[in-house]
């Protein structure tokens, strides 16, 4: 096999490799297809609900300090989004150095590719895969946030119900657990503090901590409170019960992720032994393989094989993947 076929084939195997741990990997916190809809269409209603001019100014006097080409590259399509992603993994820096990030990562890659192989099928997929990969990187930086938020959540609330018992208002232990607690919860606790010292309603400032940290565990713990804040009712002990119910919830997490890890190590094992036995054929009989790369009919068999083995991977992940 010769080396533009080879790079062909590392670079379809990577691609491929990458799509399959974005798909097949169940997480063991955090949410999943069906409560990511149900997050999305709450927090669509906050958002819609909620003070948008205030939030409109922020971004035009945000937006102000940056240069023309600065703002230019800020308004692109899609800069929105990867702004609520930014923030929800935590980090402090502008959308545009994502868009030049995927831009220059792309390219490269796809330079590379033509250099190398000059096969018109290998290049877009190598632009693709290198230019999502900011991306997947801030949806992994998410990811871990999230869950190591919702594994501290138990312990903040029973931080909460032990002040409030012992005479502490709300207002104070939120203040409390913002310098208690580690990051992430601690910082996102602190700004929620301080927009409710500043006279921000307690609903509204929930609702921006669930835009911040869209998570169904702190829905239902921010939903209780919210709903105890106008009915009234002992706080302290229905703090209590939200935190036995989330440790409830992480403990059957927990033991689904270990009933299903020989399943996930499985579709792994299938996903990629086509590839593992095409490399080794390849190596061994490199005439063998040549007309799927050489001729037109070896193209599309190679397309179907790929569209085929992206259509096992999400149909596995159906089968492993269920709602707790």
Do not use: C
């Not at 491929?16 to 974005?22: D, G, K, N, R, T």
Request: hydrophobic share 45%; aromatic share 10%; charged share 20%.
């Amino acid at each position: 096999m010769d080396q533009s076929t080879l790079i062909v084939f590392l670079i379809l195997v990577s691609g491929a490799v990458f799509l399959l741990s974005q798909v097949i990997m169940v997480p063991s916190f955090g949410t999943k297809s069906t409560e990511s809809r149900k997050i999305k269409q709450r927090l669509r209603k906050l958002i819609e609900t909620g003070n948008s001019g205030e939030y409109s100014l922020v971004r035009q006097k945000y937006l102000r300090e940056l240069s023309f080409l600065e703002r230019s590259l800020q308004s692109l399509p899609g800069s929105k989004v990867i702004e609520d992603l930014l923030e929800q993994a935590g980090k402090s820096y502008p959308s545009y150095r994502v868009i030049i990030a995927m831009l220059g990562l792309a390219s490269l890659a796809g330079a590379l590719a033509w250099y190398f192989t000059g096969n018109i099928f290998a290049t877009p997929v190598a632009v693709l895969f290198a230019g999502f990969l900011p991306i997947s990187k801030l949806k992994n930086d998410r990811k871990k946030r999230l869950e190591q938020f919702e594994e501290q959540l138990p312990d903040a609330l029973d931080m909460m119900s032990r002040a409030l018992r012992a005479g502490y208002p709300f207002n104070e232990t939120m203040h409390y657990i913002a310098e208690e607690m580690q990051p992430p919860l601690s910082k996102e606790f602190g700004i929620t503090f301080e927009e409710i010292n500043y006279g921000r309603d307690i609903k509204e400032a929930f609702n921006y901590l669930l835009i911040r940290v869209p998570s169904t565990n702190l829905i239902a713990a921010t939903a209780a409170i919210s709903i105890q804040r106008e009915t009234g009712g002992n706080l302290a002990e229905l703090l209590d019960k939200i935190s036995d119910l989330l440790r409830k919830r992480f403990r059957f997490q927990r033991r689904v992720k270990t009933i299903t890890a020989e399943n996930r190590l499985s579709a792994w094992v299938l996903s990629l032994l086509p590839f593992i036995v095409f490399l080794a054929i390849s190596i061994t009989s490199p005439e063998y393989v040549k007309p799927l790369f050489n001729t037109e009919i070896g193209h599309l068999i190679l397309s179907g094989g790929l569209v085929l083995q992206v259509i096992g991977a999400f149909w596995i992940r159906k089968l492993i993947n269920f709602d707790i």
